[in-house]
Nanobody, 123 residues
Framework: QVQLVESGGGLVQAGGSLRLSCAAS????????MGWFRQAPGKERESVAA????????YHADSVKGRFTISKDNAKNTVYLQMNSLKPEDTAVYYC????????????????WGQGTQVTVSP
């Protein structure tokens, strides 16, 4: 089992920034790809970004390209999501996830999920 604990969510005004963190523990492996998904009220969960185990390949949803950046620290088994120029439509619960490859994870192939952290962007 892998445990994922997210942090860094909160309330921010439009145009502001937040950085989410997700620490993995348990049966982790440096070969894990990690990523972020989000789910807004009344909407389906959607992929936001993913990163390969090496960190050399990253994937970002079109809706966040140029504003969000995913990064990973293998020594800490932690993935980050730097969110800039936040918009009210970014309001959602953000979930961390782990998978076997960055591309597969970005396409929804997660093996483990975190509990989620709320991000609220006010107009």
């Amino acid at each position: 089992q892998v445990q994922l604990v997210e942090s860094g969510g909160g309330l921010v005004q439009a145009g502001g920034s937040l950085r989410l963190s997700c620490a993995a523990s348990g049966r982790t492996s440096s070969s894990n790809a990690m990523g972020w998904f989000r789910q807004a009220p009344g909407k389906e969960r959607e992929s936001v970004a993913a990163i390969s185990w090496s960190g050399t390949s990253t994937y970002h949803a079109d809706s966040v390209k140029g504003r969000f950046t995913i990064s990973k620290d293998n020594a800490k088994n932690t993935v980050y999501l730097q969110m800039n120029s936040l918009k009210p439509e970014d309001t959602a619960v953000y979930y961390c996830a782990v998978g076997t490859s960055g591309r597969r994870l970005f396409n929804g192939g997660a093996d483990y999920w975190g509990q989620g952290t709320q991000v609220t962007v006010s107009p």
